[in-house]
């Protein structure tokens, strides 16, 4: 029912347009990589899809309900977002950062409710955290720290997440591991949208993907009957060889 | 270290305080005369002593510490920047000029209010341009260069009105009034400042939880379910309601909100929401004992508690600057 639909999203800016005419929905129970190079719009569509940048035109709807009209406290509830710059501006405590994941329940730092407390306690044990809970974020190395926002993420147990690039700057067992805590959560019955730069890796776990070039989305369907060599060379200008989940990049054309 | 009951300490230590305020002073009095005169007996002038000058005077450095504390923290959180501080970023000055402003007009003499009211103005107009600022340009630096400006910009409008003041007098009002002090303070005054402190207090401590979130960044902070434009009217209003009333109660007085959120930080985990009360509690105590400190100084003319905040903050402040080297702009 917490179905996330994009229905001719159009995203402007001053001079450009960044998003033009964007369709696509994201239910629970299937992982979407959203792939295309920089610069194609996938932030974009990703922030006026939930109603944190303004839309020029078209509608998304979250569970039924305009994204643009619903309160940020509803809206956290029902998705988990993490955006693609992730500064902590504080040396909290991981678990503190992770209780944060709760907020739209209602958290405040330091009088978690046992419900909270043990939400918490499974991101926390979910990204195997639970022994750096009481270290401070700014002890913590870039994967560890990829691990607590991620945590941060699952803790408000919303139906669907979408992550905006979590892998970038990690090392391939960090991806994977990042990757595997997202399956997890899909396994468990969650919906993901997850931008990846990784070509491999998105073929790898995802259900189905999502190209987007130049501000339009240029297919989406199921991984085996679009991931093909040409569309590689469509939409990254890259040589490459597909067998099924499997992809070897031979360079640049 | 984070065990410690920090609240319950803060609030002993500053009625300890208060009280040390009324019993310290040029005029000698024994415990008991303070005692006595604060319930309401004793001598004659002991109480007048105790109630008319020594007690409003060191209620008054308590509340300014208080407001200048958790605006200071409450800004801090908002713009995640430790150096934010209605002092640093021209709220102050600027409130000030405000302030000196309905004085030089005479609008003071027309009804006490004016004095709140255009001081609290001022305080809203500087946080709001500091806000907006803060919003656009997402620098550090670049948004304590801005208070910088505002600052000086102040500063100059400041002199200009002392340039221009009809006497000596006039002159000696405006030049108090930037050093800052609590001299002379009455129950009337802090009763003009009381529902403009409170009423930024109460908002302040009602939003506190907005400002844990902006910990992940503005952008995640509204993923996990934050009102970000609600949080930043709501914090700029707090924080200029009580920089405005503080300033109208006292002056200019500085590095007070910088200096008590630094300190209590570690003690809180880092949490902007659980530093407000305590940053809010460790300024008042700090002012209150920096007062004590100006009384007993034996010096020819008495200290401004405003220059001994200054002497004793500024290089807190440069402390604290030189401690963010190498982190994010």
Not at chain 2, 284 to 298: C, K, S, T, Y
């Amino acid at each position: 029912m917490t179905d996330l639909v994009a229905s001719g999203i159009t995203v402007k800016a001053p001079n450009a347009v960044l998003v033009r005419d964007a369709s696509f929905s994201l239910k629970p129970g299937e992982l979407v990589a959203l792939l295309g190079p920089n610069g194609a719009g996938k932030t974009s569509l990703i922030r006026a899809t939930l109603g944190l940048a303004e839309l020029e035109e078209g509608e998304a709807t979250l569970g039924g309900l305009p994204t643009a009209d619903l309160s940020p406290m509803k809206r956290a509830r029902m998705v988990s977002y993490l955006p693609q710059t992730r500064p902590l501006a504080w040396p909290n405590l991981v678990r503190d950062v992770v209780s944060l994941g709760r907020f739209s329940h209602g958290v405040a730092l330091g009088r978690l409710n046992a419900a909270d407390e043990s939400a918490v306690s499974r991101a926390l044990d979910a990204c195997d955290l639970t022994d750096l809970a009481g270290r401070r974020t700014d002890t913590l190395s870039g994967g560890e720290l990829a691990r607590v926002h991620c945590a941060r993420a699952f803790a408000a147990e919303a139906p669907l997440l979408i992550a905006d690039e979590p892998v970038t700057a990690l090392d391939p067992r960090h991806q994977i591991r990042i990757i595997d805590l997202v399956a997890q959560f899909v396994a468990a019955g969650g919906g993901a949208l997850v931008v990846l730069h990784d070509v491999q890796l998105a073929a790898r776990y995802a259900s189905r993907l999502i190209f987007m070039k130049d501000g339009k989305i240029v297919v989406d369907g199921p991984l085996t009957d679009i991931l093909t060599a040409d569309r590689l060379l469509d939409v990254y200008g890259i040589r490459a060889r597909v067998e099924g989940r499997r992809v070897d990049i031979e360079g640049a054309a | 270290m984070k065990n410690l009951p920090l609240i319950p300490i803060l609030i002993l230590a500053s009625i300890c305080a208060l009280f040390a305020a009324c019993f310290l002073g040029s005029t000698p009095l024994s415990l008991g005369q303070v005692f006595a005169a604060m319930a309401g007996g004793g001598d004659v002038g002991d109480r007048l002593v105790v109630w008319s000058i020594r007690l409003p005077r060191a209620l008054a450095a308590f509340l300014v510490g208080a407001a200048l504390g958790m605006s200071g923290a409450s800004l801090q959180g908002l713009l995640r920047n430790p150096l934010a501080e209605p002092g640093v970023l021209g709220v102050s000055a600027s409130t000030a000029l405000a302030a000196t402003f309905s004085l030089y007009y005479g609008l003071v003499a027309v009804s006490a209010w004016f004095l709140p009211i255009s001081a609290i103005i001022g305080a809203l107009a500087a946080t709001a341009v500091i806000s907006v600022s803060a919003i656009r340009v997402r620098s550090v630096v670049t948004l304590i260069l801005i208070g910088v400006g505002l600052s000086s910009f102040a500063g100059a409008a400041m002199s200009l009105l002392m340039n221009l003041a009809p006497n000596p007098f006039y002159l000696s009002d405006m030049i108090n009034w930037t050093l800052g002090s609590v001299a002379n303070r009455s129950f009337e005054e802090i009763g003009c400042a009381a529902p403009f402190l409170t009423a930024g207090a109460a908002i302040l401590f009602l939003t506190r939880r907005g400002l844990s979130a902006l910990t992940l960044g503005e952008e995640a902070a509204s993923g996990v379910g934050l009102d970000l434009r609600r949080q930043r009217i709501l914090t700029v209003l707090g924080a200029g309601l009580l920089t405005g009333a503080s300033v109208a109660l006292a002056g200019a007085i500085g590095f007070v909100g910088i200096v008590a959120p630094h300190l209590v930080r570690p003690w809180v985990g880092h949490d902007p929401a659980r530093s407000l009360i305590p940053a809010g509690l460790l300024g008042g105590l700090m002012l209150v004992l920096a007062d004590i400190a100006v009384r007993l100084i034996p010096t020819t003319n008495e200290l401004k508690l405003g220059v001994v905040a200054a002497l004793i903050g500024a290089p807190a402040f440069a402390w604290i600057a030189m401690q963010r080297r190498g982190s994010h702009d």
